[in-house]
Antibody, heavy 122, light 110 residues
């Protein structure tokens, strides 16, 4: 069964950093791009960027550049997303999602991790 | 403010047909395929429609997608109570170089 399992909820103070993990099972992590997407309370979805787990190459949305780092450890089939200098606006559920490439070249996200709630509060 | 525009809510009675719209621009919907995701309460999103109008295996044929120009639509026929969810459209944006989403449409089955 192909699935992504994320780490548990985190509570952080403003100015701190958080690292969320995403473990792949049922497929090889290195075979597909992995995206990080977040969802603030009662808000929509926001793409933070992606990592190519095979090469380690990354691409971050402009909004998060300088504050986010995506990495991976292929030996344990796990990807990580670290977000620094947290503020209350970073309170959200953070999802990892595998990019799936269809035969016609189209791509979509499948599956998604179960989500990790990060709460930033003093 | 989301890059793609969706109505915040939609509703229908069991058995009815409901459509949800998604509008974007020349660098997103017009240039790339669109995907639809369904988010059931307290769950992660799941792909419902990909490549504008393709259903993954296991998705009932009550769900259909279409795209024309800078707009797309999701149609749900034979509405059922289990269809209550939030529906998101998504597309790659060539200008922003990132995936962009609609703000989501909360579907209520009356």
């Amino acid at each position: 069964q192909v699935q992504l399992v994320q780490s548990g909820a985190e509570v952080k103070k403003p100015g701190a950093s958080v690292r969320v993990s995403c473990k792949a099972s049922g497929y090889s992590l290195t075979g597909y791009y992995l995206y990080w997407i977040r969802q603030a309370p009662a808000q929509g979805l926001e793409c933070m960027g992606w990592i190519n787990p095979n090469s380690g190459d990354t691409n971050y949305a402009q909004k998060f550049q300088g504050r986010v780092t995506m990495t991976r450890d292929t030996s344990i089939m796990t990807a990580y997303m670290e977000l620094r200098r947290l503020t209350s606006d970073d309170t959200a559920v953070y999802y990892c999602a595998r990019e799936w490439l269809g035969p016609d070249g189209a791509v979509w996200f499948d599956p998604w991790g179960q989500g990790t709630l990060v709460t930033v509060s003093s | 403010q989301s890059v793609l525009t969706q109505p915040p809510s939609a509703s229908g009675t069991p058995g009815q047909r409901v459509t949800i719209s998604c509008s974007g621009g020349s660098s997103s919907i017009a240039s790339n395929t669109i995907n639809w995701y369904q988010q059931l309460p307290r769950m992660a999103p799941k792909v419902l429609i990909h490549s504008n109008d393709q259903r993954p295996s296991g998705v009932p044929d009550r769900f259909s997608g279409s795209k024309s120009g800078t707009s797309a639509s999701l149609a749900i026929s034979g509405l059922q109570s289990e269809d209550e969810a939030i529906y998101y459209c998504a597309a790659w944006d060539d200008s922003l170089n990132v995936w962009v989403f609609g703000g989501g449409t909360k579907l209520t089955v009356l």
